[in-house]
């Protein structure tokens, strides 16, 4: 697995900015991962038409909910699903577009756990749409709406007259404790793969050789000092996980394009983001990596290598 | 053109996307060890507090090992797991898991799919079947020896569908393997990807169309960022080495002791020899000359 890695990484023709490289600047690899979040976005509006269907399986075979209100529900959200998989981009720059838009979806997905009756079968819809929710925003965002769709499904089981825990079956509770588990592993791939795309640059380098180290030798001995083992060279992935700073996908996206030099007002229309969310990604970065200003943070990811 | 454009993407004579594919492969392991850390861990304790007992304490311990192990040295998890069926060991612990597990249903319910997450990434089609099946089977292990229904249960809250666990299994190994497949198949496009967008093509964002479509600075002929900053006079290498460790143009300014104005000429200055359009850009630029050198 790590043979060809090493191969690239040691190679001795490594071609420069002018001679080939594939991506060269940060905008080719911001470019490349908003094209891996649309692909996600893509793939969590197709789990949510397999829900909805889902939904509706076991909304007839159990005994559980309204059968026509679990049906609308599950038509809507097919639809929903549907529109977005006809013009993806489209939909993906418009729910990234605002925060309140972000969490739309979790919106219809509380709507329907609320109001489907105790143990809500649309907890199948709500479930994938809160994944498109961890595709297109942040984490503490899509958290806070599993959280809430959490509380709608068990105000829903309320509401219907079940009781919570009944002869030790904690079965509801576990169901609702899964929502934000679920979106907090869905947010953890998407940062995951964003951030494998965000060092791919690193797979072309290779790595500075190492310094030799300095060798002191008596001049009156006669034995000659036995040559220090030569350092293997640094893994390129190794290096950079240690090298994005512990700074967020979504930061390094903005702080690519700062390094490209693009200002704010331009940054903001490429990633589909307000000046204000440019603006606090900035503020965060900065603070994350102990900068005092972004002119500072450019620098250290520039040495850093997380600059191409 | 995508011959050309697989030319570009080998880094030479090795093919980079062949590397990326194997390193995406090492971090969805990982990935896949931590997913069954964290559920391992979890059904422990729930099946504790479910009056599991000691068998119950010991499985999940062996399962969140195993997954611990994996998590920390995922290299030497990959080597151990990449002849062919080995993930069904892990399939295989799991299965006697749940069969040891006399409850109705098994208490590690949740470690299957990240089970089956790791054996997506290690295994071809076939053995990923087959580890569906082993962990199946030790799900419905005790049903089975029980002589329970495999497909419903009455609890206190009504009818149960007890079809649905495996449901839920197939279902995670399917939006696994999509997931895994995706991404492979992104990375085997990015040069054609990436060649599109810079011929004007398709973009998330007009802007970002427009952004990756322009010919990055960094490749005008003669315009490496050593040759551009070898052009800088003492005074613009002074404000660019203040800038560079935090401080602002009006820090800069009273610590050279100087007007701001002359501060903002010097980097006006160092802009147009670099050709950098922010002062972000210019200190990125200043930077990647001077750790060259």
Redesign the interface.
């Known amino acids: 697995m790590r043979s060809d890695l090493q191969r690239v990484a040691a190679h001795p023709s490594r071609p420069g900015h002018d001679s080939g490289e594939l991506m060269v600047r940060g905008t080719d690899l911001v470019y490349l991962t908003e094209e891996l979040y649309l692909r996600l976005f893509i793939l969590t509006l197709s789990l949510t038409a397999i829900g909805a269907v889902l939904s509706v399986c076991f909304g007839v075979l159990g005994s559980r909910g309204s059968v026509p209100v679990t049906v609308g529900i599950a038509a809507l959200a097919l639809g929903i699903a549907g529109a977005g998989l006809r013009r993806p981009r489209r939909a993906y720059i418009w729910l990234r577009r605002s925060p309140l838009r972000q969490v739309s979806p979790a919106a219809f997905g509380a709507i329907a756990v609320l109001c489907n009756g105790p143990d809500s079968p649309s907890w199948w819809v709500a479930l994938p749409l809160l994944w498109v929710i961890a595709a297109v925003s942040s984490t503490g965002l899509s958290v806070m709406a599993a959280l809430v769709t959490a509380a709608a499904y068990l105000a829903g089981t309320a509401l219907g007259g079940e009781v919570l825990v009944r002869h030790g079956d904690a079965e509801i509770l576990a169901a609702a404790v899964a929502l934000p588990a679920n979106i907090l592993i869905g947010r953890l791939i998407a940062e995951v793969f964003a951030r494998f795309t965000l060092r791919l640059h690193q797979l072309q380098r290779r790595p500075p050789s190492p310094a030799r180290p300095i060798r002191v030798t008596v001049a009156s001995s006669t034995r000659v000092a036995p040559n220090p083992p030569t350092p293997t060279p640094t893994h390129p992935i190794t290096r950079a996980r240690r090298g994005l700073m512990g700074l967020t996908a979504r930061e390094l996206e903005v702080l690519l394009l700062v390094s490209d030099g693009l200002i704010q007002a331009e940054i903001a229309p490429a990633l589909g983001i307000s000046t204000r969310q440019v603006e606090r990604l900035l503020a965060s970065a900065r603070a994350r990596t102990n900068s005092a200003t972004t002119s500072q943070l450019v620098a250290k990811l520039v040495s850093e290598q997380v600059v191409p | 053109m995508a011959s050309v454009e697989a ?3 080998d ?6 996307a ?3 594919i ?7 392991l990982q ?1 896949g060890f ?2 069954m850390a964290i559920a391992a861990a979890s059904d422990t304790a ?1 099946a504790l507090a ?1 009056g599991g007992g000691p068998l119950a304490a010991v499985e999940g311990a062996v399962m969140t090992g195993v997954a611990l192990s994996g998590l920390f040295w995922p ?1 030497t998890a ?2 151990l797991l ?1 002849p062919r069926g080995a993930a069904l060991i892990l399939a295989a612990l799991f299965a006697a898991a749940g069969a040891l597990d006399w409850g109705v249903q098994s208490h590690f319910a949740e470690v299957a799919p990240a089970i089956v997450w790791i054996a997506v990434i290690v295994s071809s089609p076939p053995w990923l079947v087959a580890c569906v099946a082993v962990s199946g089977l030790g799900y419905m292990g005790d049903l089975l020896l029980k002589g329970h229904s495999l497909a419903w249960t009455v ?7 007890i079809g ?1 666990q495996w ?1 839920d299994l197939i ?1 995670n190994a399917g ?1 696994v393997w ?2 895994v497949t ?2 492979r198949r ?2 085997a496009g ?2 054609s ?2 060649a599109d ?1 810079r011929r004007g093509g ?7 169309s427009a ?2 479509s322009t010919e ?4 005008a ?1 003669g315009a ?1 960022p050593a040759t551009r900053v070898a052009s800088l006079t003492e005074a613009e290498h002074r404000v660019l080495r203040l ?6 143009p009006k820090q800069a300014a009273i610590e050279l002791d100087v007007a701001l104005p002359t501060v903002r000429s010097h980097i006006a200055a160092a802009k147009r020899k670099t050709g ?9 630029i ?3 000359a001077t ?1 060259a050198i």
């Open positions: 030319t570009r993407f880094a030479g004579g090795i093919d980079v062949a590397a990326a194997t390193a995406l492969g090492e971090d969805a990935l931590g997913l729930f479910d290299t990959a080597r990449r609890t206190p809250r009504g009818r149960e569908l649905n449901i279902a939006v999509v997931l995706l991404l992104f990375i990015i040069p990807n990436l967008a398709p973009a998330i964002t007009r802007a970002l952004a990756v990055p600075v960094a490749l002929p490496q800038l560079r460790a935090g401080l602002l950098a359009r922010t002062l972000e850009q210019l200190v990125g200043y930077a990647q750790d």
